[in-house]
């Protein structure tokens, strides 16, 4: 009888126990299937918030872009007048690289806004696999406080990681509402600079007087100054036709050896464009110059002249190209120059007027025949030794930085310039030539300053 009653409690206890294993497993097994659908359902709205912010973002874009292509309009509607086919064109490929601009600034937010809904999936990931194990937990109260710490702390995540989200679309529509402004802004300097070249380019093609005097700190030509540190100062006068024919002249004096009178030249030459972006000249030039004159150039009297200027929209190419003879020695030399300037419009006025800047680096190759380098010695009273079989070579000459400015006030322009000038492969005995050039070694600076008035 108590065998009996023993077995019946022990059969009564394990019931229980297996009744309790079960309800135990199947809270658990609830509150496991309550994680994973708080889980999906907060990835959901996640996925469904990029989803929306993306189209806010979209939607900002296109606005932009509306109100872009209206400011540009309007701009270009109130130039009109002063604008040519070339510059309306020119400003609409502006405004397209623009608009491509503002099109493409979404992207990088569109990846961040995805890179973050993958760090949110596993962060929730890692916290449902920490919680969905809840050691200890066996009544439904426990399992009930399990779960809604779950919900807190997911609820943190989900919310930190939409601000993060919202942070970035906003920082995109920011971005496009700086852009636009800046963006009209720019349309607007390069209307004012269409409008200068347009302006510049007609007076170009119109008849005119141009009177410009010239000053010079250190004189130099072609990277060479004869050894001798001398300012100059010249006048000149040039009238230009309306056919691109011109014609005009200068005198020059010099501060060494003896101040006073130099030089003085007439020329005559011809303008032309080749293209909107390429223009040249051609000229002619004869010289004279003082028996006291000491510049490099005053070996010839005569120059044939070519320059070639390509706007590369980025920079502007200058070639330049000379051809100096005569002076009864029987030999000349040729000399090509390029520069690469940045011309810089800068916003606004300036007493007035418009103040360009234009820094330019410039190379220098040329001939240096032997015959002219004695003579420059002859001119600077150096000792010379005479070649039985005068030589010339070719190579390059000069490397120079400047930094000219030009100040436009209606009919008259002031252009101060700074130059830096690094003379190359000067010569001397024991190399080439048998004479030694006096000119500098070593890099100098010079300052120069034009002023010039436009009689049309």
Same mark, same amino acid.
């Given at each position: 009888?108590?065998?009996?009653?023993?077995?019946?409690?022990?059969?009564?206890?394990?019931?229980?126990?297996?009744?309790?294993?079960?309800?135990?497993?199947?809270?658990?097994?609830?509150?496991?299937?309550?994680?994973?659908?708080?889980?999906?359902?907060?990835?959901?709205?996640?996925?469904?918030?990029?989803?929306?912010?993306?189209?806010?973002?979209?939607?900002?874009?296109?606005?932009?872009?509306?109100?872009?292509?209206?400011?540009?309009?309007?701009?270009?509607?109130?130039?009109?007048?002063?604008?040519?086919?070339?510059?309306?064109?020119?400003?609409?490929?502006?405004?397209?690289?623009?608009?491509?601009?503002?099109?493409?600034?979404?992207?990088?937010?569109?990846?961040?806004?995805?890179?973050?809904?993958?760090?949110?999936?596993?962060?929730?990931?890692?916290? =449902?696999?920490?919680?969905?194990?809840?050691?200890?937990?066996?009544?439904?109260?426990?399992?009930?406080?399990?779960?809604?710490?779950?919900?807190?702390?997911?609820?943190?995540?989900?919310?930190?990681?939409?601000?993060? =989200?919202?942070?970035?679309?906003?920082?995109?529509?920011?971005?496009?509402?700086?852009?636009?402004?800046?963006?009209?802004?720019?349309?607007?300097?390069?209307?004012?600079?269409?409008?200068?070249?347009?302006?510049?380019?007609?007076?170009?093609?119109?008849?005119?007087?141009?009177?410009?005097?010239?000053?010079?700190?250190?004189?130099?030509?072609?990277?060479?100054?004869?050894?001798?540190?001398?300012?100059?100062?010249?006048?000149? =006068?040039?009238?230009?036709?309306?056919?691109?024919?011109?014609?005009?002249?200068?005198?020059?004096?010099?501060?060494?050896?003896?101040?006073?009178?130099?030089?003085?030249?007439?020329?005559?030459?011809?303008?032309?464009?080749?293209?909107?972006?390429?223009?040249?000249?051609?000229?002619?030039?004869?010289?004279?110059?003082?028996?006291?004159?000491?510049?490099?150039?005053?070996?010839?009297?005569?120059?044939?002249?070519?320059?070639?200027?390509?706007?590369?929209?980025?920079?502007?190419?200058?070639?330049?190209?000379?051809?100096?003879?005569?002076?009864?020695?029987?030999?000349?030399?040729?000399?090509?120059?390029?520069?690469?300037?940045?011309?810089?419009?800068?916003?606004?006025?300036?007493?007035?007027? /418009?103040?360009?800047?234009?820094?330019?680096?410039?190379?220098?190759?040329?001939?240096?025949?032997?015959?002219?380098?004695?003579?420059?010695?002859?001119?600077?009273?150096?000792?010379?030794?005479?070649?039985?079989?005068?030589?010339?070579?070719?190579?390059? =000459?000069?490397?120079?930085?400047?930094?000219?400015?030009?100040?436009?006030?209606?009919?008259?322009?002031?252009?101060?310039?700074?130059?830096?000038?690094?003379?190359?492969?000067?010569?001397?005995?024991?190399?080439?030539?048998?004479?030694?050039?006096?000119?500098?070694?070593?890099?100098?600076?010079?300052?120069?300053?034009?002023?010039?008035? /436009?009689?049309?």
């Amino acid at each position: 009888m108590v065998n009996r009653s023993a077995l019946l409690l022990t059969i009564l206890a394990v019931t229980s126990f297996t009744a309790a294993a079960r309800q135990a497993d199947a809270r658990r097994q609830a509150f496991g299937e309550a994680l994973r659908a708080r889980t999906d359902t907060l990835v959901a709205a996640q996925h469904a918030y990029v989803d929306t912010l993306v189209k806010h973002g979209g939607n900002a874009t296109a606005g932009a872009l509306r109100t872009l292509q209206a400011t540009v309009d309007s701009l270009v509607r109130a130039a009109a007048d002063s604008l040519d086919g070339d510059a309306r064109t020119k400003l609409r490929f502006t405004e397209l690289g623009m608009r491509t601009t503002l099109g493409v600034m979404g992207y990088p937010v569109r990846g961040a806004l995805h890179e973050l809904l993958g760090t949110f999936e596993r962060e929730i990931s890692a916290l =449902m696999g920490r919680s969905i194990v809840c050691g200890g937990c066996v009544s439904q109260g426990q399992f009930n406080r399990a779960r809604d710490d779950f919900a807190a702390q997911s609820d943190s995540l989900a919310q930190v990681n939409g601000d993060s =989200m919202a942070t970035l679309v906003e920082a995109w529509e920011d971005a496009l509402d700086d852009s636009v402004v800046t963006f009209s802004d720019s349309i607007l300097f390069e209307i004012g600079e269409l409008k200068q070249d347009i302006a510049e380019n007609a007076r170009e093609h119109t008849s005119h007087i141009e009177i410009l005097g010239t000053y010079q700190s250190h004189s130099s030509y072609r990277g060479r100054d004869n050894g001798v540190s001398e300012s100059a100062f010249g006048p000149s =006068m040039t009238y230009h036709h309306k056919s691109g024919i011109f014609a005009g002249g200068a005198v020059g004096w010099t501060s060494q050896p003896t101040p006073g009178p130099d030089d003085a030249d007439l020329s005559i030459g011809y303008e032309f464009d080749l293209s909107s972006r390429l223009d040249g000249s051609l000229s002619y030039t004869h010289y004279w110059y003082s028996d006291s004159s000491t510049k490099p150039q005053a070996v010839t009297n005569q120059s044939l002249g070519g320059m070639f200027t390509f706007d590369a929209e980025a920079v502007t190419l200058l070639a330049d190209l000379s051809y100096d003879f005569g002076g009864g020695s029987g030999a000349a030399e040729f000399t090509a120059s390029l520069d690469v300037s940045r011309d810089i419009l800068l916003p606004g006025k300036t007493l007035g007027g /418009t103040l360009l800047v234009s820094p330019t680096v410039s190379a220098t190759w040329g001939d240096q025949d032997e015959r002219l380098l004695e003579r420059r010695l002859l001119r600077a009273k150096k000792k010379i030794v005479r070649s039985v079989k005068p030589s010339s070579i070719f190579g390059i =000459m000069a490397y120079e930085f400047s930094f000219p400015a030009r100040l436009h006030v209606g009919a008259f322009s002031v252009e101060p310039e700074v130059d830096y000038v690094i003379p190359a492969d000067v010569l001397g005995t024991g190399k080439t030539l048998i004479n030694k050039d006096p000119s500098s070694t070593t890099p100098f600076a010079s300052a120069t300053l034009m002023v010039s008035l /436009t009689v049309e």
